[in-house]
């Protein structure tokens, strides 16, 4: 594990002016870690009893689902016709393929559509580093593998990148709009987990203080640092759209209307994406459990008494679900 500092890092302090003025956040802790992504611990002070939780959790919940991210959401491979193809000289078939191209994480000055292309002939490792990207896009981990070609065929691919929030599943294969791109499913969450914890200080008169300690843990495309910065700014735009409609007459009768019923970011995340071993995987498509949602329905011990589904596998989802995501099932 490496770890990297920097002045603005350390000394990163800014006001939060959501509840009292006198509200500091300063970061604690700021290092890299495996594969590019990042690590910052934070401290907030001076809360009142009870602000803790309601700040923690809030900007927890805009951390994980409200930051944007950019992504590739499609690519199309020469000669391949669908998912289930294999490209001659190539070890990995398409599925490894697209499961590899989902690791690649990427930094975009931009927030529009945008393409790549890798061409190359083998035999060769072919890592991320090879993709050809506009000057907009870089990529945060250029040794991430793809695939290994072991003879002189020629490995094409164009790449569609697109910026957005959350999880959005491939809604079909194939899309006759974008010219036969193969669809992927798409992660552009630049935060991977927010875990916080609140401690209770004690002054001289016994009045007690809250202090907040907030984790952040990114895929390197922006760091800890930044996150929380546009998650505050996130929150702070909220609150002042509705100071600034205070003065709406409240004789204006407002139509019912059904709002969707707005879900974690995590719910529509395949149980692909948490890579979990052979046995439980299976386990859990047996009993038609697809998505990260399906799972939580679940209770531990409705979980374990799936056919095949042992103490073992189930300890794996646990763990699995709290180191990835951050959910704590009891």
Known sequence: MSTSKTPSSLEFLFLINLIMNNISIKCLKSKKIESGACYGQFVINSLRPGQGITIGNQLRRVLLGDLGGIAISAVRIAGVTHEFSTIPGVRE???????????????????????????????????ADLIQLPSSLEIVNPNHYIATIST?????????????????????????EDENYLQLDTIFMPVHKVDF??????????????????????????????????????????????INNKNI???????????????????????????????????????????????????????????????KSADEVFSTLKNKLGIILK
Do not use: M
Request: include cysteine.
């Open 152 to 176: 002189s065929n020629l490995l094409e691919i164009e790449f569609k990148f697109e910026y957005g929030t959350g999880y959005q599943l491939a809604v079909q294969t194939f899309s006759d």
């Open 197 to 242: 914890k609140i401690e209770n200080v004690y002054d001289t008169a016994n009045n007690i203080s809250e202090r907040l300690f907030l984790d952040i843990w990114t895929n390197g495309s922006i760091s800890p640092n930044e996150a929380l910065e546009s998650a505050s700014q996130i929150i702070i735009d909220l609150f002042t759209l509705l």
């Open 93 to 127: 078939d398409i599925l490894e393929i697209l499961l590899n191209l989902k690791g690649i994480i990427l930094k975009s000055k931009k927030q529009t559509s945008q393409f790549g292309r890798l061409k190359v002939q083998g035999p060769c490792v072919v890592t």
């Open 249 to 311: 007459n409240e004789n204006n009768q407002l139509e019912p209307k059904t709002e969707p019923i707005s879900i974690e970011p995590y719910t529509n995340i395949a149980i692909e994406e948490l890579q979990l071993s052979v046995r439980a995987y299976n386990c859990l498509k047996k009993a038609q459990i697809n998505t990260v949602g399906d799972l939580l329905q679940y209770s531990p011990e409705k979980l374990q008494e799936l056919k095949n589904f042992g103490r």
